[in-house]
């Protein structure tokens, strides 16, 4: 499998990537990154474009820093190098755990956080947990920055909030600081059953919650790998909010996953149907709740990485 | 813009060649410069028997451009053996393994070989980071690489086997 003929040109830095986007704004212009997306769609022939701007070698792009209000990602982190923040897995735990569980270590060593948002892969694991942390991300293009919510990013179908010319330079993960964080407590997880063939998720769940006094008073729950696109489920977080922090309220709440969620729409494939997905989406919502809401109250603690960069955290499939 | 001039230091030796943008990398190697250690499976980045290090790193080399590679160190399975351990200018060049590569032949981790340097370049870079993984994370971190042969059983040894090794190398008291 050879790709199609295309030009190739490599950025140096994220303005200059700008400006080769604009100055083959009248071609078939594509940003390649990890190309861990990118590459096996021009292999399969899914995509062709004319010239490709190679973004991966702006390093300015590669970090995680912990900031008051937020822990920011830079586009171009791999996954091997975000899952080594400890400090994206005590503040952003749901976000670190589904990059932590993105393919295997040849891939968590390639494909970047950046491309994986990008690409908006309806199973892809971070983007739920983009929308369950209420992310924002920072898009760059000619007219300057732009900050778009996590919830109006993903457009289904690949689609994606970025315009032409644009390139996605960070993801920001909205944390609680400081006096906040003492008196609420905020536990996140992700949950994922694996695709037995591609390595992405068949279901995957991410979840945020807080819990003040044994209450729930904040409760967000996105799913990939079900819907195009992902997307947040309302009704389990409604259930969940106010009530107290304990596993009958887990229950009640996980049951009403698959409320608004159609089987004939939902992802499909020769392993598994809409409707299986929506079956098994409950259980994975229950886990995700349980786990969030056990590292919120301390009966859990939240881990703080995987042992090293090259670990698989495979935890969320076999307990 | 089709065609690109690029540098590789390959296996510590400077390779300068040139590659169409669409060039893979896995391909570069074999068919430009004729390491055929890297062989080619699925071509879509699950198999893992293209794996090479890229800046030390395991990668999927059919799942990368040769141009984005440009100026970067590729090490393929053919030059692990001039790696700490291995027994590349002591032996007969064509005999030299490394501590790894010597565990797959011990352990009977290979049937037909089609996997091996895949799962030797993913081992090499699991055990440099974790010298003395379990069972459970040896398999995890090979999940990437697909072997239709062996079960999976003796490779497993085999990596448990060479971590044992390269261990005993780094022992104060030890080393062979
Ligand atoms: C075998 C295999 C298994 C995988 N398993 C999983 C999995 O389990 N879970 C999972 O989530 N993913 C999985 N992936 C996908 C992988 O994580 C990719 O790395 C990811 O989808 C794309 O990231 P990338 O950096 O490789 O981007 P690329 O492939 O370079 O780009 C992907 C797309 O995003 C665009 N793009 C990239 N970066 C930017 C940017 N900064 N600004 C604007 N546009 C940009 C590109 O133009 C392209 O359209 C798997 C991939 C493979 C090959
Ligand atoms: S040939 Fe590269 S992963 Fe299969
Ligand atoms: S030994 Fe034949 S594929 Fe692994």
Redo the contacts between chains.
């Keep these: 499998?050879?790709?199609?003929?295309?030009?190739?040109?490599?950025a140096g830095s994220v303005a200059e990537a700008v400006d080769l986007l604009a100055e083959f704004s009248d071609r078939d212009v594509r940003v390649?990154a990890g190309?861990?997306g990118l590459?096996?769609d021009?292999?399969?022939g899914r995509e062709a474009p004319d010239?490709?701007v190679?973004i991966?070698g702006i390093d300015d792009l590669r970090y995680v820093e912990a900031g008051d209000g937020a822990v920011a990602v830079g586009a171009l982190t791999t996954y091997?190098d975000a899952v080594e923040s400890e400090a994206l897995w005590s503040r952003a735990t749901a976000f670190a755990e589904a990059v932590s569980r993105v393919?295997?270590?040849?891939?968590r060593?390639?494909g970047t956080v950046g491309g994986n948002l990008a690409q908006a892969d309806p199973s892809a694991d971070p983007p739920a947990a983009a929308l369950a942390s209420e992310a924002t991300l920072v898009a760059r293009g000619p007219d300057g920055v732009r900050e778009v919510d996590a919830a109006k990013f993903f457009a289904g179908g690949g689609g994606t909030a970025l315009r032409d010319g644009e390139i996605l330079t960070e993801v920001r993960l909205p944390t609680a600081d400081g006096a906040e964080k003492r008196e609420a407590a905020v536990g996140g997880a992700y949950v994922k059953k694996t695709h037995p063939?591609?390595?992405y998720a068949l279901v995957g769940v991410a979840a945020v919650v807080t819990v003040e006094d044994g209450r729930v008073t904040d409760a967000r729950v996105a799913v990939d790998g079900v819907t195009d696109p992902p997307r947040r489920l309302a009704p389990v977080e409604s259930a969940l909010e106010g009530e107290s922090a304990d596993a009958d309220s887990v229950d009640s709440a996980a049951d009403r996953a698959a409320e608004g969620v159609d089987p004939e729409a939902a992802v499909s494939d020769a392993y598994a149907s809409g409707a299986y997905r929506v079956e098994v989406l409950s259980v994975h919502v229950r886990r995700a709740l349980e786990t969030a809401l056990d590292r919120a109250t301390g009966a859990a603690a939240t881990p703080t990485g995987p042992?090293?960069?090259?670990?698989?955290a495979?935890g969320g499939d076999r307990r | 813009m089709y065609e690109h001039d690029i540098t590789l230091t390959v296996n510590g030796a400077t390779e300068e060649l040139t590659v169409e943008s669409r060039t893979l990398l896995v391909h570069a190697l074999r068919d430009g410069l004729d390491y055929t250690g890297p062989n080619v499976g699925c071509e879509s980045g699950k198999c893992g028997v293209c794996t090479v290090h890229l800046d030390g790193e395991a990668v999927k080399s059919c799942t990368l451009l040769a141009v984005q590679a440009d100026g970067g160190e590729v090490t393929t399975v053919e030059g692990l053996a001039g790696e700490k351990g291995g027994t590349a200018g002591v032996d007969d060049p064509a005999d030299a393994l490394h501590p790894i590569q010597r565990a797959f032949h011990e352990e009977h981790g290979l049937q037909c070989g089609y996997c091996t340097p895949g799962m030797v370049m993913t081992a090499a870079q699991v055990l440099e980071e974790n010298p003395d993984p379990s069972r459970e994370a040896i398999r995890a971190s090979l999940k990437g690489n697909i072997c239709r042969c062996t079960g999976y059983h003796n490779v497993v040894n085999a990596v448990e086997s060479a971590a044992d090794s390269l261990r005993n190398l780094d022992a104060p008291t030890g080393g062979r």
């Design positions: 499998m050879f790709p199609p003929q295309f030009g190739y040109r490599r390649l190309g861990h590459l096996p021009l292999k399969a010239v490709l190679d991966g091997a393919g295997d270590v040849q891939i060593n390639r063939a591609s390595g042992p090293h960069r090259s670990a698989a495979d």
